[in-house]
Each structure stands twice: as structure tokens, then as C-alpha cells.
């Protein structure tokens, strides 16, 4: 009965590769968001998507790529995966994209080798 | 533009000492603002929000805030620590453009001695 369910948990990759990361909320929400956490513990907003439409687009370069089949759903896709991008990938989902507070999902830790 | 500073990157308290955590905004607007705590390797819990109702907020395991416009200020206060408290905690602010973004702070990490 998770709430915010994020796969994979770990993913350990060559630089220059492609990879995604697949989010799924079961709370009804229609607002799902991505965060990029660093090395620092930093939280910086990346995505928001409101009923599969983009609302926020933060400046992350266009080798991220968002993606929303339907509102339960937030995909990730990376291209071209750089040693900057290793860092923990959180989703997030509330319901309006308003001032609700937001649920997370337990990350993605992502390690560019 | 809003912003929410964290003071001291790291906090120790001794069990069943009062926890004090540090958080001041800015905003040009009525802010929204939130604590949020992160345990190892999880993702990141509510612990409490304001939304303009009520000054001191309550949340959940015996932490509370209260927020001060006059001072810019949410800090975080439990009366006694507890092992199982020591975790990452963040403040953060929602952004005036009202989309749901969410500013955080730099983040605070709790330590709690024996």
C-alpha cells in the first residue's frame, strides 16, 4: 500500500548511458513532481506535472526529460548520463499544486561510474 | 524571489533534552511553510505545515513550530529528544508563483546522544 513508489531504488551506470526512472502515486493526486538531491543533502525542484501537464520546468538540462502517461504516473528518462548527475532522485505528489503538502517516495540513488 | 535558511547544519542534543531547530524565510508573500524529516535512506516525511490557520502548529511525534512574521521565522521544538529522532530535517517554503514548488533550506542534521 505504498503511497509515492519509485523504481529502481539503486541504479549504478557507465557515463553516456541512457536510463530511466519510473514514479507511481496511488493517493489520487494530480500534481507529481521530481526533486534531485546532492552529495550536500541539497533538495532542488526539477519537474512538476499537474494532470499531465508541465507546470514547472526548472533549468535542468534538456538530457532530462519528463514524461506523464496519466496522472498516477511520473517517468524520468536521462540521456547521455554525465558524472554530475549522480545524486538521489526523489518523486513527489500532492493533491492541486497549490500550497498542499507534498508526499515523497523513498528516492532513487543514482551512481554514474 | 522566497528563500528559507537553516541555521546550524548539525545539531546535538542529549536524550530527553529540548530540541531547537532553526529555520528563518523570506518571502513577499504570505508564506506556506513546512518541516519535513528524512531518515537514512528513505524519503522525506511531513512533519508539519502552516497554512495561516494557527500560529503554533503541532505535528506529528511531539514536534511542533511556531511561526513569527515579526522575525521571519518557523523554528522546530520537541520538549524531549528521543533516539529514534536523530534524522535530517528540512525546512522549506512554497514559492509565490503558488505552482507547489518547494523551497528547502539547506537541512539540519539531528543528532541525539545517549
Known amino acids: 500500500d505504498t503511497a509515492v513508489s519509485q523504481t529502481p531504488k539503486y541504479l549504478v551506470t557507465q557515463m553516456g548511458n541512457d536510463k530511466s526512472i519510473k514514479c507511481e502515486q496511488n493517493l489520487g493526486h494530480d500534481t507529481m513532481y521530481w526533486y534531485k538531491q546532492d552529495s550536500k543533502k541539497f533538495l532542488k525542484i526539477m519537474f512538476s506535472y499537474n494532470n499531465k501537464e508541465l507546470i514547472i520546468n526548472e533549468t535542468v538540462p534538456n538530457r532530462f526529460s519528463p514524461k506523464s502517461p496519466d496522472k498516477a504516473h511520473l517517468n524520468l528518462h536521462i540521456n547521455s548520463l554525465e558524472l554530475g548527475d549522480s545524486a538521489v532522485y526523489f518523486c513527489?505528489?500532492?493533491?492541486?499544486?497549490?500550497?498542499?503538502?507534498?508526499?515523497f517516495g523513498d528516492g532513487t540513488r543514482l551512481s554514474i561510474l | 524571489a522566497q528563500s528559507v535558511t537553516q541555521l546550524g547544519s548539525h545539531v546535538s542534543v542529549s536524550e530527553g533534552a529540548l530540541v531547537l531547530l532553526r529555520c528563518n524565510y523570506s518571502?513577499?508573500?504570505?508564506?506556506?511553510l513546512f518541516w519535513y524529516v528524512q531518515y537514512p535512506n528513505q524519503g522525506l516525511q511531513l512533519l508539519l505545515k502552516y497554512t495561516s490557520a494557527a500560529t503554533l502548529v503541532k505535528g506529528i511525534n511531539g514536534f511542533e513550530a511556531e511561526f513569527k512574521k515579526s522575525e521571519t521565522s518557523f523554528h522546530l521544538t520537541k520538549p524531549s529528544a528521543h533516539m529514534s529522532d536523530a534524522a535530517e530535517y528540512f525546512c522549506?517554503?512554497?514559492?509565490?508563483?503558488?505552482?507547489?514548488?518547494?523551497?528547502f533550506g539547506q537541512g539540519t542534521t539531528l543528532q541525539v546522544k545517549p
Open positions: 513527489a505528489s500532492s493533491q492541486a499544486y497549490s500550497n498542499q503538502p507534498q508526499h
Open positions: 518571502s513577499s508573500v504570505p508564506p506556506y
Open positions: 522549506a517554503v512554497t514559492a509565490s508563483s503558488n505552482t507547489g514548488k518547494l523551497i
